[in-house]
């Protein structure tokens, strides 16, 4: 957790003026415990929310005009007008919140004030635990606060997802928004991604933990990879709607249903990626009544089976996140490991004993290094709660 003293000594130091106005906002990153690719598919997901993330910083000013600086990016303070603000890709990480504040008034939300804003972000960059997402829903729930709205944190997460897909151009589904907005301690989100129905699980994992390890391989292809992804299941719809007419989405079939009708998928490739949806979904229900009835051993050999239909079916990891998975199921001790988010980098969760973390740590580092040469590094998660005023 950020040390909130120190930042607001960096607030006034860039910005001038008195500390008495600053109010401070946080929003965690998530991370996915099972349910990958299938949001933008209509069909479960169940992330939880992490207990670090993005602290926000933010005080009115009278003139107009954004000011934005981050901890992560010291040597700048970046100003705008607060009308008709656009991506420029030159504005880099600065065009999350000019897509909020943008996103908000065209919502029809009075945003009366400028103001400057410092973040502090604990979440790398590109490792899958959405820090977008995090800096896109701690904005906009602080500015809701701040102007005195009222807040819906379901629709805070559809007005930031429609940010990231329609101002930053990223064509991301709901999940990382949700699980940010929503989460609550201790509880992952079962979150149907077609309703926006939503049931907060307590996750009650005993004495395993979830680790995460980040391969620091830096994700290259992942925006067009997400892209050609997404339009091979619109064609899967697309082939299956001369058996299922009005079928939406890969999400509303049942894997009966699928099954039945896979051979309308001609394109062998569609039909992987099509399969990997439709059984993904099934992992995530049977995986949510595993956890249910308190049985981990089942939950995580449904992680280890998401993360091989990942490699094998949809092919979004890669070389690194096979070797840490891989090499993670060879500890004593580890209940499952899976890649977790977009994949083509970023990181992967495992399900591990509290006994054998060390031992983890130590076995997959070590072999991680020397099969890939890069150094990974490992978070134990507790899970946290969804964005909040500190
Ligand atoms: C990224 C996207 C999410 C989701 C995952 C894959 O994190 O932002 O919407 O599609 O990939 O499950």
């Known amino acids: 957790m950020a040390d909130l003293k120190e930042l607001q000594g960096k607030f006034l130091e860039l910005f001038g003026g008195s500390a008495d106005d600053i109010e401070t906002y946080f929003t965690p990153g998530r991370v996915n415990l099972i349910g990958e690719h299938t949001d933008y598919n209509g069909g ?3 992330p939880a929310a992490l207990t670090f993330g993005t602290t926000m910083l933010i005080r009115a000013r009278d003139d107009g005009r954004l000011g934005l600086a981050s901890t992560n990016f010291p040597d700048e303070v970046k100003h705008f007008s607060m009308e008709g603000l656009v991506y420029d890709e030159g504005d880099g990480w600065a065009n999350y919140p000019k897509g909020v504040v943008d996103g908000l008034k065209k919502a029809g939300f009075a945003i009366r004030s400028g103001y400057d804003i410092l ?6 960059n590109g490792s899958g635990l959405s820090s977008s997402a995090s800096i896109e829903v701690v904005t ?10 009222e807040i819906d944190r379901v629709k805070l ?16 589904g709901i999940m990382d928004q949700f699980a940010v907005a929503n989460g609550k301690k201790d509880h992952a989100i079962l979150l149907m991604c077609d309703t926006l129905e939503y049931d907060l699980v307590p996750f009650n994992s005993g004495e395993y933990k979830i680790v995460i390890s980040n391969t620091h391989k830096r994700r290259g292809l992942v925006d067009s990879e997400y892209n050609t992804r997404r339009a091979q299941c619109e064609q899967a719809v697309a082939d299956l709607r001369a058996a299922v007419p009005g079928l939406n989405l890969l999400g509303e079939l049942s894997l009966d249903q699928f099954e039945a009708h896979a051979k309308l998928i001609k394109d062998e490739t569609v039909l992987r990626r099509a399969r990997h949806v439709v059984e993904e979904i099934d992992r995530v229900k049977q995986a949510v009544a595993r956890l249910r009835a308190d049985d981990l051993e089942s939950f995580g050999k449904l992680m280890d089976g998401s993360h091989d239909s990942l490699r094998d079916l949809y092919e979004v990891s890669c070389f690194e996140l096979d070797v840490l998975v891989e090499e993670a199921r060879r500890v004593p001790g580890v209940l499952g490991s899976r890649m977790t988010g977009a994949g083509f980098g970023g990181c992967t969760v495992s399900l591990v004993h509290e006994d054998s973390i060390g031992l983890f ?10 099969r890939t040469g890069l150094e990974a590094s490992f978070y134990v998660a507790d899970i946290g709660d969804g964005a909040k005023k500190l």
């Open 119 to 124: 973040y502090h972000g604990e979440i790398p």
């Open 140 to 149: 906009g729930y602080g500015l809701l606060s701040i102007e005195g709205h």
């Open 361 to 370: 740590r130590e076995r997959v580092g070590a072999a991680y290094k020397e």
């Open 157 to 172: 997460s559809v007005l930031a997802q429609k940010v990231e897909n329609e101002f930053v151009g990223v064509n991301c």
């Open 44 to 46: 479960y997901v169940f």
